[in-house]
């Protein structure tokens, strides 16, 4: 059975920084693409970043683009999410998802789901 599991949550004042990582486990990842999603209180769940089997294919939302970093590591099957320059509106829970293949900025693609960490940003 697949699990994830998010750590590295926190409150941050506004351009300060965090690093999420995804821990999972029950079967080899090495052919997944993995990715991060957020949702904050009265909104959707929203696309954040993604990152295909080899990490050399990544995507990010417009909104974290040039301040979001995503990386992988297949040998310890986690994927961490650093994040700089905070700002308010990044205030969310933050998920890590995975599905087989290709990436995809879809909430719907990815039958896995970790159960998430909360992120506050202080303006």
């Known amino acids: 059975q697949v699990q994830l599991v998010e750590s590295g949550g926190g409150l941050v004042q506004a351009g300060g920084s965090l690093r999420l990582s995804c821990a999972a486990s029950?079967?080899?990842?090495?052919?997944?693409?993995m990715g991060w999603f957020r949702q904050a209180p009265g909104k959707e769940r929203e696309f954040v970043a993604a990152?295909?089997?080899?990490?050399?294919?990544?995507n990010y939302a417009d909104s974290v683009k040039g301040r979001f970093s995503i990386s992988r590591d297949n040998g310890q099957n986690t994927v961490n999410v650093q994040m700089n320059n905070l700002k308010p509106e990044d205030t969310a829970v933050y998920y890590c998802?995975?599905?087989?293949?290709?990436?995809?900025?879809?909430?719907?693609?990815?039958?896995?789901w970790g159960q998430g960490t909360q992120v506050t940003v202080s303006s």
């Open positions: 998802a995975v599905r087989p293949y290709d990436i995809s900025p879809f909430v719907y693609a990815y039958p896995h």
């Open positions: 029950g079967r080899t990842f090495s052919n997944y693409a």
């Open positions: 990152i295909n089997w080899s990490g050399g294919i990544t």
